[in-house]
């Protein structure tokens, strides 16, 4: 299974998030799991006086986005500009961070990188990376059935 996390450009929330889920998904000892991330700005993607994100062509977006069976976007924009290159039946692959953080979204809508509270974001990151990782098996084991041992999909 391949997870594509994708930021916008913080020099710090995507490596983090990607770090911490990394550490996790091991942890967990969930197997083939391949994890990627993305930046929005390799794409060429501006934003304009709308505050619409802009892109400088599919071609740069479309490879990765089909080979991912798990997008996970750092804000809803970035889900907004995602859509605009996959076919309606895929936006369900595309999942938002911070749905899967449990508490006080407002703390992490801003970035890792503003004077917030580190150590409630590192909770509130950590939690997030735990739920996608239950939302992750729970996938595998509806898509995987009797394919997979289940037992090697849930830690104790």
Same mark, same amino acid.
């Given at each position: 299974?391949?997870?594509?996390?994708?930021?916008?450009?913080?020099? =710090?929330?995507?490596? +983090?998030? !990607?770090?911490? +889920?990394?550490?996790?998904? /091991?942890? @967990?000892?969930?197997?083939? %799991?391949?994890?990627?991330? @993305?930046?929005? @700005?390799?794409?060429?993607?501006?934003?304009?006086?709308? #505050? %619409?994100?802009?892109?400088? #062509?599919?071609?740069?977006? #479309?490879?990765?986005?089909? /080979? $991912?069976?798990? %997008?996970?976007?750092?804000?809803?924009?970035?889900?907004?500009?995602? *859509?605009? +290159?996959?076919?309606?039946?895929?936006?369900?692959?595309?999942?938002? +961070?911070?749905?899967? =953080? *449990?508490?006080?979204? !407002?703390?992490?809508? #801003?970035?890792? =990188?503003?004077?917030?509270?580190? /150590? *409630?974001?590192?909770?509130?990151?950590?939690?997030? =990376?735990?739920?996608?990782? $239950?939302?992750?098996? $729970?996938?595998?084991?509806?898509?995987?059935?009797?394919?997979?041992? %289940?037992?090697?999909?849930?830690? @104790?």
């Amino acid at each position: 299974m391949k997870i594509l996390f994708i930021g916008s450009g913080c020099a =710090c929330r995507l490596p +983090f998030v !990607e770090y911490l +889920f990394k550490k996790k998904i /091991q942890e @967990a000892e969930v197997p083939d %799991i391949e994890v990627e991330s @993305a930046d929005m @700005a390799m794409w060429g993607v501006t934003s304009n006086e709308s #505050g %619409i994100p802009e892109s400088s #062509g599919p071609d740069k977006v #479309g490879n990765l986005l089909n /080979q $991912a069976d798990f %997008i996970v976007v750092m804000e809803g924009r970035q889900r907004n500009f995602l *859509t605009r +290159f996959m076919d309606y039946s895929s936006w369900n692959k595309i999942h938002l +961070f911070l749905d899967y =953080c *449990t508490s006080g979204k !407002e703390h992490l809508v #801003g970035s890792v =990188c503003g004077d917030l509270d580190y /150590q *409630t974001q590192d909770e509130e990151m950590t939690n997030g =990376c735990m739920n996608l990782i $239950a939302r992750i098996k $729970a996938f595998l084991k509806e898509h995987l059935g009797e394919k997979t041992e %289940i037992s090697t999909l849930i830690t @104790a």
